[in-house]
């Protein structure tokens, strides 16, 4: 019975100590898991080694190779931008599910693409790939698929920015774009194209919503005839530093344009013979750059009749702007566009003509340094009117000080400012200087005073043989001394 009262208490302590170790087990197990739980999130969230703020993921700069694991983006499901500029990525794989709204990869070392690596970024508007090492082989249509359904897959049909500049393209698939091509804006510039084949011209072609195409340093020599049929929405064409010669046929088909750059091309002539064609939309026009270009004839932009800025800037052999060379013919008589903006800063230009632009008073801005200007009749409108009048208001008082002439000789290094009062004297052909007329007048008169009695003299002195021209004998000798006898000495 002692027994029996001793081992109840041994009974209860030992339960108590169970439940205490339990207790501490339960507690012990569960300060574990959550140490676990927390040491995972720290380890695999991308922020621990990218920055995330502001709905910005920044991994731009870090060397890195991979764009991490899915589960290392678990904290990160809603943002606008996830930028991994200049890193070493070779191999994008797919990305997990997240809104954003713009995918940066430019400058790493991009090679390959998997398939569908972008259906499950959601709200995908821009997606960048520039100065990468895609190639025409590697860059196929599965790679922008979107989700799937059971139909088909679907297309990424908010992506609407497309940048693959600075690849190693030198042609598209033709279904490139089938999955996105919704797109508005595509960038193709600095591939080594050369000409753009059947396949890329379908390709491009196949952008019915297409609005801004940068085809820039792709080394272009032409264009395909129907390259822009399908173009209903083209409203920006850059064609910068390719190899063109002429002016694209193709251009006559793009009538939505509104800007246009052919900036560093080496077209020689923009005349009637190599005009603009019959763009009524096109704004802005830059032909900056362009070293082989010598003349911008008459009717070479008139078909520009909506043109408001001209940019025409480091052109440095242009040496004639005609005066009807953005005039056209209307009905009503001669009308020019209704220019705001005309930038023509250093080229080789020597006269600026009256009637190139037809309201001098409604312009906005202009800019006339670095070129070669005469201050002769010629330029009379530009010295003693346009600067005058408008120089101020539209280049600043400073560029109007700029602004120097080059010749005739008496003004030469003279600001063209200076001479606004001036009735300019208009230059003989071969710019000949009237001025030294009667001077060099005097002097040929004096030499042909003293030329010609000398002339007669040395005449005179030859018909009577004192030179000994020719073979001669003693009779012919003689005969040089010899003096006829008059009629009396004969009687």
Known sequence: MMYLRLSVPVIILLANCENSIAENAIVDSSTIKADHAESITTVTSICTV???????????NRRLETHFEEERWLNIT?????????????HVTPFPRIIVERLILRRNRIARIDNHAFKELVNLTELDLSDNQLTSQMLQPHIFEGTF?????????????LNLGNNVLHWLHQSIFEHIADLKVLNLSGNPFGVFDYRTSIAISSLSYLEELDIS???????????FHNAKHLKKLNLTSNQLTVLP?????????????????PIRAIDRTNAFPNLKMLRELSLCGMLNLTVIGNGGLSALT????????????????????????????TMWPPL??????????????MLLIGRWDKLEELRLTGNQWNCDCDNQYLIGTILPEYGEALMGENEVDELTCSAPPEHAGKKLASLADRHLRCLDLYNARPEKDAAILVGVLIGLLIA??????????????????????????SRAFYKRASNDDDI
């Open 50 to 60: 990218c920055s995330c703020a502001d709905n910005y993921v920044d991994c731009n």
């Open 78 to 90: 809603a943002v606008k931008v996830i930028s991994f500029e200049h890193n070493c990525l070779v």
């Open 149 to 161: 359904s059971p139909e088909a897959y679907e297309p990424l049909s908010n992506l609407q920015i």
């Open 217 to 227: 340093y792709c080394e272009l020599r032409e264009l395909p005839n129907f390259q």
């Open 249 to 265: 046929k193709s251009l006559e088909e793009a009538r939505t344009l509104e800007y246009l750059s052919l900036d560093d091309n």
């Open 306 to 333: 909506g043109l408001e800025s001209l940019y025409i800037q480091n052109c440095w052999k242009l040496g004639r702007i005609e005066e009807y060379a953005i005039a056209f013919t209307t009905t009503e008589g």
């Open 340 to 353: 705001k903006k005309l930038n023509m800063a250093s080229n080789n230009l020597r006269y600026l003509p």
């Open 452 to 477: 010609i009695p000398i002339s007669m003299t040395f005449f005179i002195l030859w018909r009577r043989g004192f030179f000994f021209c020719g073979s001669q004998g003693p009779g012919s000798f």
